[in-house]
């Protein structure tokens, strides 16, 4: 039994041969076009090649030049089967035989055979004709190499337009959002403050419940803008004083309802303050909260998220660790890369949108530090948490100017 790669486009010329080698007891591979058959030629070393000269990707003639340049292909017989193809050319780039179609069926078997068992065809006409030949071949090669770069360059045009537009589509969208918010925070937060009158106990229930979806709210919206920075390479950070444990604990704080609502333990491992900083400490707030989030979504109900905050010698350091499940290690190295998900699917359990952790490395790098995942988990409050486990790092004294915080 032989090993046969059929590569053709017509699924119906496909079935056909499959058939009638099949019935010979011969093992068909199938490739649909010029590319998905050197592929499968180099990976799986058939003892012989059917090619049809008239195939999308590369031809059946680029297909045989770049087979006869593989050696684990040495000696592997390659028959042309076409309709239209040149026989002569055939052999002038390195074909052994060529089949006219429509094949013949009741011999096509036999002839398969027939090369498998040592068969070779060559062209009867001279050195010179062949040479013509393949100067012809070759002056088509590179018109079609020619053709297919200038198709890239268009395709590739078009993506940096897309590209673009996209970025542009992310600060619009977030001005729109951001206008009609401002005004509803306000009145929201005169409404809990009974400025406008008296609230019940359910209306006062009722906005706490509406005010906790706007917060949310507007940590999308402010991930959005920061999409527009991951995009073109550039953050803005508007640097002060500040205390980098007071930005810690205000973080912590404002995920305590979230912790609790899943039964969370929280493990706090913080030095006595003040810590003080220099930096931009709202954005460095956003970046501890993404952290935050990610442990409170990872994490089970009734499992353990660890905070850890050491001052080094000129920077500080802060570790968010939990009793999740950890990240997969060949996802490693992709799960900072901007809008990737390790479950990314429609059905997915966790939310979000997958810029968080690329937000946060874009911060840390831009206040002078980054954030890494820490192979193994971490110990909190000496109890060791083997889910995931990330270290974000900032300079004590963030860079002044920051052109590019990727």
């Not at 028959?79 to 390195?94: K, Y």
């Not at 209306?203 to 507007?218: N, S």
Request: with cysteine; hydrophobic share 40%.
């Amino acid at each position: 039994m032989a090993r046969v790669l059929h590569i053709e486009d017509d699924p119906r010329n496909r079935l056909l041969v499959r058939k009638l080698l099949a019935a010979d007891g011969h093992e068909v591979i199938d490739a649909a076009d010029g590319l998905e058959g050197v592929r499968l030629a180099i990976a799986q070393r058939p003892d012989i090649v059917l090619v049809d000269l008239n195939i999308p990707g590369l031809d059946g003639f680029e297909v045989t030049l770049r087979l006869r340049t593989e050696a684990s292909l040495n000696g592997v017989p390659i028959v042309a089967i076409t309709a239209e193809g040149d026989r002569d050319t055939s052999f002038a780039v390195g074909c052994d035989g060529f089949l006219q179609k429509p094949i013949d069926a009741r011999g096509f078997a036999r002839q398969i055979a027939s090369y498998l068992g040592g068969k070779r065809e060559r062209m009867m006409s001279t050195p010179e004709f062949a040479g013509e030949r393949l100067r012809i071949q070759s002056g088509r090669i590179v018109a079609h190499l020619e053709e297919k770069v200038a198709e890239l360059s268009s395709a590739n045009e078009r993506l940096r337009e897309l590209d673009r537009l996209r970025t542009e589509f992310y600060r619009n969208i977030s001005h729109e959002l951001a206008t009609p918010l401002t005004p509803i925070v306000g009145y929201l937060r005169m409404l809990m403050d009974e400025e406008l009158g008296d609230l019940n106990k359910g209306q006062l229930k009722a906005m706490r419940a509406m005010d906790d979806c706007i917060r949310r709210l507007r940590a999308i919206l402010d991930n959005l803008i920061d999409v527009t920075g991951l995009e073109t390479g550039k953050m803005r950070f508007f640097h002060k004083d500040y205390d980098f444990l007071d930005t810690v604990r205000r973080a912590i704080a404002w995920h305590a309802d979230a912790f609790a609502e899943r039964r969370l333990t929280m493990l706090e491992e913080l030095p006595r303050g003040p810590l003080p900083g220099y930096g931009d400490s709202d954005r460095l707030g956003r970046a501890i909260s993404q952290l935050l989030d990610n442990a409170a979504k990872f994490t089970p109900e009734g499992g353990i998220v660890g905070v850890r905050v050491r001052p080094l010698e000129t920077t500080y350091e802060l570790v968010v660790a939990d009793t999740g499940a950890g990240v997969p290690r060949d996802r490693v190295e992709r799960i900072f890369e901007p809008f990737y998900q390790v479950d990314g699917s429609p059905t997915r359990a966790h939310g979000g949108t997958g810029v968080g952790l690329a937000i946060t490395r874009r911060v840390a790098r831009g206040l002078g530090g980054d954030v890494r995942l820490l192979d193994g988990g971490a110990t909190v409050e000496g109890m060791f948490l083997a889910g995931a486990a990330f270290a974000l790092t900032v300079a004590k004294r963030a860079p002044t100017v920051v052109v590019d915080a990727g």
